[in-house]
């Protein structure tokens, strides 16, 4: 490898720079940028990245399509045309920045900072560009708190509560794994590093059995696929436990030492019978016993949860009674046993560095994303209602639900809207001012992971096209021309680089900022893949230092974990939660409500699309080549009944909304289920509609997470 | 959607893709590797690994060289190729490929 660039080399070098895919995936592939005369040349897999070996995927492989793309927003844009017309002129970066700043402290200053709220989400992952990288500036500006709770949100209250927030099992273990059990979460589309290990692991004899809904790539692959209906997967978990207790599979000394709350857990699961769970599930009684014994038998085993598995109206119980099963098992004895849902907790990132949340208003109110499409049009109680949006490293219009309450919010005449982006987003569209934003190669960045054990270092490989800036130097500027002269607003990308992690902490050990900008990226200084046991012995991070059948922070109610809020803690949604795992129905079932299903018959799924990242690429030629036309799986008998034939275009709707796309008949989805993938952009899609029209914008049990799989619609010819 | 052998590959069989290939995707006929298009996932690891260029993206591949990524269906679905490639031969190839004169 040729000398690695701190910053833009100089032109006619050729040189190799060590770069970090800064999707919002968990594989956070190392990448390696070829650079001659000032312009990449070619984005690859870094071969020597244990977990990325070489492999991006289908989406970041023609990362320099997106980089070059004759669509990119390079200037700032004022709209001269009715809000979503697309008609804007290009401006200044002073006219811009002198137009936000005066309306933002008018606004302030006629109906309060609170009229004011950002929106954003991960468009970008890194830790300067981030999650986090506007919140000083809102809290400064009493902006309301935004949470931001698209993504695990639920999983991670309801993990929290149970074992803690420990990294779980490393990815690079699942080698050791006897059993792996995937659950809901399509490994080969979207976290497709992880399947080597699963399969060196079958290999050497492990089983893999998928649960989910739809025969993915993923379930296709496996040992076995069990199909259950969508929603239902904590009546799986529970009744596993059930037989897991009753024909005493269970590792009691484990148990006894390492877990509080079983005899009270033994009691509650009684009732959630292989039968039972056979009745809600559509999973025979055997088949789910054969499973619970399997799982228990093979140790240690592991259980791969995505993020789908929390977006129903039990989401959060869901996941309780998934992370009790390590637990009742024993299975966290071994490298390799356990569950594994984000390893995202072994990093030390110094989140208040980046979140300020000592800047925060005391009590200032908060909103979730979600419903921005209520608090725009007055479906929410608020005053002063929202008067300006700034949205950055998200696109709502596609990624929220209630898509047709969200337009007509965002047409608003007297809302004042920024969108700072890389393309002419649905979104952008109906911005007010539209500023330019880089990729990942215009940009210096660190990032953690949610899906292995590296620090990546992601070095600026050319120069910002245009007048593209970083979200980090966004803030700067806009801070500077509201005049405030805290020292957090003037930080260089280096000196936030510096005070990315706690580099005292032990997992630190031996990794320096130098270190990683020369080699890239780092293991954390924690136990290898082979002896990565961490709760062989206990020691879970919650307050027992056991795992929690009954979970002692359920005593709070329900709650958001603050670096999904800003920080903030005020205002938690607080209803009070059962703190033993208990079976939530789907809240959009024949079971639930046999009057909405009579009208709406079909469970809609809508998961990650194969070639986009949520609605990242969803613009591009060639990723829209790959991924064709957006279209709807539904079952032969479904379609059949409906009179749908193949390639149909066909309209999908509920009370909620409607859109239109092609039919694909498919019996990789059950009866009574349809499937249409998320990403693919409003303005490209039939009748100006995306899926985002008919998703509910309710919240899960717990996290305030979505509930994006436990819609109802029905399907017809278009 | 997947990446395609062409005949570049024909009698060279070094597997040296096969050895990148992370979901076992690429199955060995007589005289040239085949990619399962159903399995295949897209991860681009196979392509810089071929010693001889022999492969190609789906929507990247020369028109001359287009016969391949049919070709490449209409193989595992005539041999019923699924699941996983063994470390051995089919033992046939697609017509396309027996066409072809040895090296
Ligand atoms: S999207 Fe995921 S798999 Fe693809 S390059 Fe980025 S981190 Fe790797
Ligand atoms: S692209 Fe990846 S999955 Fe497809 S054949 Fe090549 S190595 Fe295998
Ligand atoms: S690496 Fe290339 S030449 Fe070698 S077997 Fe694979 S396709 Fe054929």
Redesign the pocket.
């Known amino acids: 490898m040729t000398a690695v660039a701190d910053s833009p080399v100089t032109p006619a070098e050729r040189s190799t720079v060590r770069a970090a895919c800064p999707q919002d995936c968990p594989d956070t592939c190392a990448m390696l940028v070829t650079v001659a005369e000032g312009k990449a040349v070619e984005v690859k897999g870094d071969p020597d990245h244990p977990f990325t070996n070489g ?1 991006l995927c289908v989406k970041v492989n023609n990362y320099l399509d997106k980089v070059y793309d004759p669509g990119r927003v390079l200037f700032p844009l004022r709209r001269t045309g009715p809000k979503g017309s697309g008609r804007f002129e290009r401006i200044t970066w002073d006219a811009a920045l002198d137009e936000i700043a005066a309306r933002f402290t008018a606004i302030a200053e006629e109906h309060g900072p609170e009229a004011i709220m950002p929106v954003s989400y991960l468009g970008t992952q890194g830790i300067l560009n981030g999650l986090n990288v506007g919140d000083p500036f809102f809290a400064k500006l009493g902006a309301t708190v935004a949470e931001r709770t698209y993504c695990d949100s639920g999983a991670c209250t309801a993990y929290a509560m149970t074992i803690g927030d420990t990294a779980g099992v490393d990815p690079e273990s699942l080698v050791h794994s006897r059993f792996i059990l995937v659950w809901a979460c399509n490994i080969m589309s979207t976290n497709l590093h992880l399947w080597p290990y699963i399969a060196e692991a079958r290999r050497g004899g492990a089983k893999v059995v998928v649960v989910d809904p739809v025969r993915t790539r993923t379930a296709a692959a496996a040992d076995q696929h069990i199909a259950l209906r969508p929603g239902t997967d904590g009546a799986l978990a529970l009744a596993m436990a059930n037989v897991i207790i009753t024909e005493g599979l269970t590792d009691d000394d484990y148990i006894a030492n390492h877990t509080v709350g079983y005899d009270a857990f033994v009691e509650r699961v009684a009732q959630y019978t292989p039968e039972w769970a056979e009745i809600e599930t559509g999973v025979p009684a055997d088949t789910i016993r054969t499973l619970a014994r399997e799982y228990a038998g093979a140790q240690p085993s592991v259980i791969r949860i995505g993020v789908a598995i929390e977006r129903h109206a039990g989401g959060g119980q869901t996941v309780r009674a998934l992370a009790c099963l390590p637990g009742l098992v024993g299975a966290w004895r071994k490298p390799g046993g356990g569950i594994l849902q984000l390893p995202l907790w072994a990093f030390p990132v110094n989140w208040g560095a980046f979140m300020h949340p000592e800047m925060l208003t005391p009590g200032k109110r908060v909103v979730n994303q979600f419903q921005l499409g209520e608090a725009l049009t007055g479906g929410l109680a608020l005053d002063p209602p929202i008067t300006a949006l700034m949205v950055y490293n998200s696109n709502p219009v596609v990624v929220c639900p209630d898509q047709d309450t969200l337009i007509e919010g965002l047409k608003r005449d007297d809302l004042f809207t920024v969108v700072s982006e890389q393309f002419m987003t649905d979104t952008a569209e109906y911005a007010d001012i539209v500023l330019p934003a880089t990729t990942q190669l215009e940009q210096d960045d660190i990032m953690f992971s949610w899906g292995h054990l590296y620090v990546t270092y992601n070095h600026r490989a050319i120069d910002p096209i245009g007048e593209a800036v970083p979200n980090t130097e966004l803030f700067r500027r806009l801070a500077a021309r509201m005049g405030y002269t805290e020292p957090v607003f003037r930080r260089t990308d280096q000196e936030m680089i510096a005070e990315a992690f706690d580099w005292s902490h032990p997992h630190m050990a031996g990794i320096t900022v130098e270190s990683l900008k020369e080699r890239g990226w780092q293991r954390l200084n924690v136990a290898p893949p082979e002896s990565y046991a961490p709760h062989a012995e206990g020691n879970f991070p919650t307050a027992s230092g056991k795992a929690e059948f009954v979970a002692s922070a359920a005593a709070g109610g329900n709650f958001v974990l603050p670096l999904f809020r800003q920080g903030s803690n005020d205002h938690q949604p607080g209803q009070p939660v059962d703190p033993l795992p208990h079976y939530i129905p789907p809240r959009e079932s024949v079971h639930t409500d046999p009057e909405l299903a009579a009208r709406y018959p079909l469970n809609l799924l809508t998961p990650k699309a194969h070639a986009y990242l949520n609605s990242s690429f969803g613009n591009l030629t060639f990723h829209r080549q790959v991924q064709k036309e957006p279209n709807v799986l539904i079952h032969p008998d479904d379609a059949a009944a409906r009179g749908i034939g193949d390639g149909d275009p066909v309209r999908i709707f509920n009370d909620r909304g409607e859109f239109t796309v092609l039919a694909k008949i498919d019996d990789a989805v059950l009866p009574g289920v349809v499937v249409s993938s998320l990403g693919g952009w409003r303005k490209h899609s039939k009748a100006s509609a995306t899926l985002a029209a008919v998703t509910p914008t309710a919240f899960a049990d717990l996290g305030n997470a979505p509930t994006f799989s436990d819609t109802l619609v029905e399907v017809e010819i278009a | 959607m ?2 395609v052998v062409t005949d570049a590959c024909v009698d060279v069989l070094d597997r040296s ?1 096969v050895e ?4 076992d ?2 199955y060995q006929g007589d005289r040239m590797m085949y ?1 399962h298009p159903d399995e ?8 810089p690994a071929c010693p001889s260029d022999a ?1 190609y993206w789906e929507h990247k591949i020369p028109d001359e060289l287009a016969v391949f990524t049919a070709a490449a269906a209409e193989f595992v679905r005539a041999q019923q190729l699924g699941g996983g490639a063994a470390d051995t031969s089919v033992g046939v190839d697609h017509p396309i490929v027996d066409e072809r004169k040895p090296r």
Do not use: N, S
Request: hydrophobic share 35%.
């Open positions: 492999g | 997947a990446y893709c990148e290939c992370p979901v995707c690429i990619i295949c996932v897209d991860c681009g690891k196979c392509m492969i």
